[in-house]
């Protein structure tokens, strides 16, 4: 999907001899062919569920005449804009499908094993955003060790600080 996303851009620049694209989306790079950064460069973040998951960009690899923005038409803003927008959208629809297909995994692995409704949600952010899983363990933890239970403790003092945890340094 990336690479034909990426090789579909060009052609609808003003100036598609000198033009190539980048999409990078969760950590995975697409480029044309012809691909190299340059000062010439129109970009659009990809948004997803509220959070920047990629960025699409169009540069053009030689100086052309200033337009709307910068050699860039105010049409090709709002294409890129649409066509990011339509990324996280795509982005979001892919989580949503995932998060889905995972709850109903976990539901059904809780019925096969006839366990309490609350596994379904510890198995269900195991799968879908294990760091709030971990901020979430770790303050039952520090609850349970306010509380005076003593393997909440122990549990502490062996963890180490959790994941985004502050250090001093």
Request: proline share 6%.
């Amino acid at each position: 999907v990336c690479e034909r996303i990426v090789n579909a851009l060009p052609p609808g620049w003003q100036y598609p001899d000198v033009c190539c694209a980048r999409l990078i989306v969760k950590g995975v790079t697409c480029t044309t062919p012809n691909f190299q950064e340059t000062e010439w460069a129109q970009r659009a973040s990809v948004v997803a569920d509220g959070d920047e998951v990629g960025l699409l960009a169009v540069h053009y690899t030689v100086h052309r005449h200033p337009a709307d923005e910068g050699p860039f038409l105010a049409g090709e803003r709002k294409l890129m804009d649409a066509i990011a927008e339509r990324l996280g959208f795509f982005v979001t629809r892919r989580n949503l499908r995932r998060a889905h297909d995972s709850l109903a995994s976990a539901r059904a692995i809780s019925k096969e094993r006839e366990t309490a409704e609350w596994s379904i949600i510890l198995d269900f952010l195991r799968r879908t955003d294990p760091g709030l899983l971990a901020r979430i363990t770790r303050r039952l933890i520090n609850h349970l060790g306010l509380l005076g239970v003593p393997e909440a403790a122990a549990l502490l003092l062996g963890a180490g600080p959790g994941p985004g945890a502050a250090t001093d340094t």
